[in-house]
């Protein structure tokens, strides 16, 4: 009886030592998660950080944005007519362009051979080209405009069309199509008069973003 007290006695022993919290155990989970808190801490800074840069670089890029507007401008008297292709910066940060491409009805030329092909497609007209820029490499500052262009026309024999008919065709059939960034790598692509697309495709880009 005695000896059945004893074994019962020992029975609760160990139960309760069963019972017992294992320390080592839980400081280990509390250090586990400890560790899962602090990467989720250092993930959120981190983000966190990421946007401040990205807000950062955005208020940077619009401080120096700039914009290129293509403009062919004609002026029209009783027998003679000018015409100017003219590329404004109406930006707040210098535009810095790339190679330009020439072109008259899809056919590329050369930066001041607009007035050649015009004879030839004009022989009714007089034609002289009194001024031509290339624009290739060029950094327009915010405002400046350069004038691509100048070609005074005079009729003369029989000419069936109006000058102004004409000069509009025109400006319609010669393009520009070239790439321009700003000082932060940020790029757009100009084709014609208002094709206008941001792009990652400059060879400018990758000498200012490195």
Not at 11 to 33: G, M, R, S
Not at 43 to 60: A, D, G, N, R
Request: glycine share 6%.
């Amino acid at each position: 009886m005695e000896n059945s007290k004893k074994e019962e006695e020992i029975k609760q022993v160990n139960l309760a030592k069963n019972k017992k919290i294992d320390t080592p155990l839980i400081i280990a989970l509390f250090a586990v998660l400890i560790s899962f808190f602090s990467v989720l801490l250092g993930y959120k800074e981190t983000s966190i950080l990421e946007e401040q840069q990205k807000l950062l670089f955005q208020q940077q890029g619009a401080s120096v944005w700039p914009f290129l507007e293509n403009s062919p401008d004609i002026e029209i008297g009783d027998s003679t007519a000018l015409f100017n292709y003219r590329v404004t910066n109406k930006g707040v940060g210098p535009a810095i362009v790339d190679n330009v491409i020439y072109t008259y009805k899809n056919r590329e030329i050369t930066s001041w051979g607009l007035g050649h092909e015009l004879e030839k497609d004009y022989p009714n007209l007089s034609i002289q080209q009194t001024r031509n820029a290339n624009l290739s490499t060029k950094v327009l500052a915010p405002g400046e405009v350069t004038n691509v262009i100048t070609i005074s026309f005079t009729t003369k024999g029989n000419f069936e069309d109006t000058l102004i008919d004409t000069l509009i065709k025109i400006s319609e059939e010669y393009k520009l199509t070239y790439c321009y960034c700003s000082v932060f790598g940020e790029c757009w692509k100009v084709d014609g008069l208002d094709d206008l697309v941001k792009s990652s495709d400059c060879n400018l880009r990758s000498g200012l973003v490195n």
